[in-house]
């Protein structure tokens, strides 16, 4: 059974920095995408970035100050968050597919079926 499990949100001042950690279990992290998402109050599920094995692709609003990273020895996804902006405070959350090469566009949520509970990211003005 995959279990996906987000830490590392809080409460940051604009401009600073969070790293997240996504820690998969019940499979190897290595053989899929693994996507983070971000969700804020009243809006709808936004994509963030995804890691897959050719590299990290990112969202506009996020190039440049976010990088996703994986370890396989440890089985975990990363998301080096910098320069935070007020507008970045969302519940983050990361996802994988069912499939190694799963259809669908990976921007679109709809492609992952494995998600974390999710981890809160604040960034104050």
């Known amino acids: 059974q995959v279990q996906l499990v987000e830490s590392g949100g809080g409460l940051v001042q604009a401009g600073g920095s969070l790293r997240l950690s996504c820690a998969a279990s019940?499979?190897?992290?290595?053989?899929?995408?693994v996507a983070w998402f971000r969700q804020a109050p009243g809006k709808e599920r936004e994509f963030v970035a995804v890691?897959?094995?050719?590299?990290?692709i990112y969202a506009d609003s996020v190039k440049g100050r976010f990088t996703i990273s994986r370890d396989n020895a440890k089985n975990t996804v990363y998301l080096q968050m910098n320069s935070l902006k007020p507008e970045d405070t969302a519940v983050y959350y990361c996802?994988?597919?069912?499939?190694?090469?799963?259809?669908?566009?990976?921007?679109?949520?709809?492609?992952?079926?494995?998600w974390g509970q999710g981890t809160q990211v604040t960034v104050s003005s």
């Open positions: 019940g499979r190897p992290v290595s053989n899929y995408d």
């Open positions: 996802a994988e597919p069912y499939f190694e090469r799963a259809p669908g566009h990976y921007a679109n949520y709809r492609r992952y079926d494995y």
């Open positions: 890691i897959s094995r050719s590299g990290g």
